[in-house]
């Protein structure tokens, strides 16, 4: 266990805990406007590299604009939805409304499948091929821009929801729905706007992860999953639990690859999501509720 | 300035709003009075635009306004402070005030705002010293006050109150209709006010309505409704022989 390899683990699990993070905030985006928890999370996630991979293949795009497009067409797709399935049962019941999500999930898959076939595709990395050694490690180019992008996504959204009326808006629509109403705020219309995000916020979590861990129609459920698990271990509705939660993910998974058997890579994440729910169903970073009445 | 004309309210298959017609005008403070489940929330929720009338009609300063979305509402200026407060919580309180606000973001006019913020913190100084404090942690009171400020905030011409003075100790909450009467003198406010407390309510209002099981069963000038029997054994908690005040 030399320092070169315990780096090399470190890296890869980061890179890869940084998708788990992004997903698990967009799914901490639309429970936090809706109570909800969108089953089909995993499927943006899924949509962002295949789309991109699709863009880049069939219309001879290059991997910057691919990139753009897939994810602008991941975000209409994210409020599409919304308007064709979630607003027109408003007001149901939370359980119902996510068994629909789970529908959408299965939908947006076996769309995917018809028309991109059940390949595995590759993108090719952003900018710059050759690792870099560092202690013995050798770190891509990609895991940079992946970490890069993460901060950048990070730091936008706590912009968007510390520092600007619309973000402070949505967060008032999970505190106070009704006063919401009273105050002026559109409340379907924040809750659009948390789909969009969401599937903007998963989307870039697929694409950056494509060049490294390869795509195919059904990646959507694993890191949906994972993504999930991040959540919970972060305390579900905290976004910078969730970041942190993906993050933790990545990094004992790539441990638990490297030192015990790359065959349990994945029962990691699993094991940690059960020991959460028994041990601290808040999750690490939850907090319990200010409340005074 | 707002007119009810026969307005039904069913909530599922509960009728909980019947035949109920009445009127606020310009600057004056109206109470609207009756115990638990006698539809006054309904009521004012109905105004508000969060439930639809099943029948009837509401006109705001000569529109109709009974199919239209709460935040249209909202923006043709009739704000509502509602039960229990409702204050974001986990916001802070400037945050809170300024999401009052948010109709007029949405127009971009944003420029007077931090003035109003200003303006609501001299009414309420309470609230100033804890602009950056979450309001969950506020007293009861300062969250009826920051309630109120938020709803302010919005510039209403018309302002519903719904039980502001519930759960407050009774020194607050006459604290607070003092508040809603100096709204009323010094701004020029017009309120409709929901209250199970007659006495308070009656006290600063000028007119008032008594609502039971969904009916409009009494109306007059508050004095009226002070000397009225029916009204004195029922929600002021007097025999009828006894004289008023």
């Given at each position: 266990m030399d320092l070169g390899s315990i780096l090399q683990y470190l890296v890869s699990g980061l890179t890869v805990g940084s998708t788990y993070g992004l997903t698990a905030l967009g799914f901490t985006i639309i429970f936090n406007a809706?109570?909800?928890?969108?089953?089909a999370q995993g499927e943006f996630v899924m949509l962002g590299g295949m789309l991109a991979v699709f863009f880049a293949g069939?219309?001879?795009?290059g991997v910057f604009p691919a990139v753009l497009l897939a994810v602008s067409c991941t975000t209409l797709v994210g409020v599409c939805m919304e308007r064709l399935t979630i607003r027109p049962v408003q007001g149901a019941n939370v359980v119902n409304i996510i068994i629909i999500t789970i529908g959408v999930s299965i939908f947006i898959r076996g769309v995917v499948m018809l028309f991109l076939g059940k390949d595995t595709f590759s993108l090719p990395p952003f900018f710059g091929t050759e690792a870099l050694e560092f202690f013995g490690a050798m770190i891509i180019p990609q895991s940079i821009w992946i970490l890069l992008i993460t901060m950048l996504v990070l730091v936008g959204l706590r912009t968007y929801f510390n520092k600007t009326i619309f973000g402070k808006a949505m967060l008032a629509c999970s505190f106070e729905q009704k006063a919401a109403h009273l105050v002026g705020i559109s409340v379907d219309r924040m809750i659009m706007l948390s789909f969009a995000i969401s599937a903007l916020v998963g989307s870039i979590g697929g694409v950056i992860l494509t060049p490294i861990t390869l795509t195919s129609y059904d990646v959507g459920i694993m890191l949906g999953l994972k993504g999930f698990a991040a959540c919970i271990l972060g305390g579900l509705g905290n976004p910078f639990g969730a970041a942190a939660g993906g993050l933790i993910i990545g990094v004992l998974e790539s441990f638990g690859a490297g030192?015990?058997?790359?065959?349990?890579k994945d029962a990691f994440a699993f094991i940690i999501l059960l020991v959460i729910l028994f041990?601290?169903?808040?999750?690490?970073?939850g907090r319990a509720d200010i409340e005074r009445v | 300035m707002l007119v009810l004309k026969n307005i039904d309210v069913f909530y599922g298959k509960v009728h909980?709003?019947?035949k109920v017609s009445l009127h606020v005008d310009q600057g004056e403070i109206v109470a609207l009075i009756g115990g638990n489940g006698a539809g006054k929330t309904t009521l004012l929720s109905t105004i508000s635009g969060l439930i639809r009338a099943g029948r009837g009609q509401i006109v705001f300063e000569g529109r109709e306004?009974?199919?239209?979305?709460p935040d249209k509402i909202v923006k043709s200026g009739i704000s509502q402070v509602p039960e229990r407060r409702?204050?974001?919580?986990?916001?802070s309180v400037e945050d809170n005030l300024l999401l009052g606000s948010y109709h007029r973001y949405s127009l971009g006019r944003s420029a007077s705002i931090g003035r109003d913020v200003e303006e609501i913190f001299a009414m309420f100084p309470v609230l100033g010293e804890r602009?950056?404090?979450?309001?969950?942690?506020?007293s009861g009171g300062e969250q009826q006050m920051l309630s109120i400020g938020r709803a302010l905030m919005a510039k209403p011409r018309l302002l519903l109150l719904d039980e502001?003075?519930?759960?407050?100790a009774p020194a607050i909450s006459q604290m607070i209709f003092r508040h809603v009467s100096k709204l009323r003198d010094e701004l020029g406010a017009t309120v409709l006010l929901v209250e199970q407390n007659a006495r308070s309510a009656l006290k600063i209002s000028d007119r008032g309505y008594v609502l039971e099981t969904g009916r409009v069963i009494v109306q007059g000038t508050s004095k009226e409704l002070m000397q009225n029997n029916d009204v004195q054994r029922a929600?002021?908690?007097?025999?009828?022989?006894e004289s008023g005040r």
């Open positions: 809706t109570r909800v928890i969108n089953f069939a219309l001879n795009l030192f015990i058997s790359s065959a349990y041990v601290k169903p808040s999750g690490i970073f | 909980a709003v019947k306004i009974n199919r239209q979305k409702l204050v974001f919580k986990p916001l602009r950056n404090q979450p309001a969950g942690t506020l502001p003075g519930m759960g407050l929600y002021l908690g007097r025999d009828a022989g």
